[in-house]
């Protein structure tokens, strides 16, 4: 004859269980947020502070190994130059010394032949074209009223950019104390011949 052996009932959480249960986890939830969310937005401005800076440092390689060539865009940095199609900032084709020089790719993007944006912090693209840029007068090269002949720097486009993101990231940039943020520094708030309104990272300086 067989013999069972007693069972245990096994009871479930109470109604109150739960409730305090899950009022605790929100409590929780509440609490490390608004911390996990701040961090976020923190660093937000040091990404793009450090896309461009790194962009910049890629452009400056490029300038050494094919002295005096500047690039026109930065399609030039990611993918092998050629003499036909490609051309410096000045619009003129590289030649084929230009070619050989060529050390890269001195960033780290992928970038199609035909062009492209490089994504940053706040949503916000990095232009492909690279700009001259009149650091005086506050005016990148496709401004109304520039001249070429006036340009001192080589500058990153970065659009998509409110006031307030531009600010931060200035901060990280520039530093907090900055007498005039949008038309001082290394980083400068510019307004373009259309109207719209980039950031332009000042580069690498330019001489003809």
Request: proline share 5%; aromatic share 6%.
């Amino acid at each position: 004859m067989k013999t069972s052996l007693p069972c245990t009932a096994r009871r479930g959480f109470t109604l109150v269980e739960v409730v305090v249960t899950l009022i605790i986890l929100a409590i929780l939830v509440a609490a490390i947020l608004p911390t996990v969310a701040s961090q976020v937005d923190d660093a937000e401005p040091t990404r793009a502070a450090n896309d461009v800076t790194s962009i910049a440092t890629g452009i400056r390689l490029f300038h050494l190994n094919i002295r005096p060539q500047y690039p026109q865009d930065l399609e030039d940095l990611v993918n092998v130059i050629t003499t036909t199609g490609d051309q410096n900032v000045d619009g003129v084709a590289y030649a084929t010394k230009d070619s050989t020089n060529w050390k890269g790719p001195y960033i780290e993007a992928s970038i199609p032949t035909t062009g492209g944006t490089v994504s940053t912090a706040y949503n916000a693209l990095i232009g492909d074209t690279l700009r001259l840029f009149e650091s005086a007068a506050n005016l990148p090269s496709n401004n109304v009223g520039f001249t070429a002949a006036n340009a001192d720097f080589l500058a990153i486009q970065v659009d998509s950019l409110s006031l307030a993101e531009f600010t931060n990231i200035n901060k990280v940039i520039d530093g907090a104390n900055e007498a005039t943020p949008q038309a001082s520094g290394r980083v400068r708030r510019a307004e373009t011949a259309a109207g719209d309104t980039s950031v332009f990272y000042l580069a690498l300086p330019y001489r003809q």
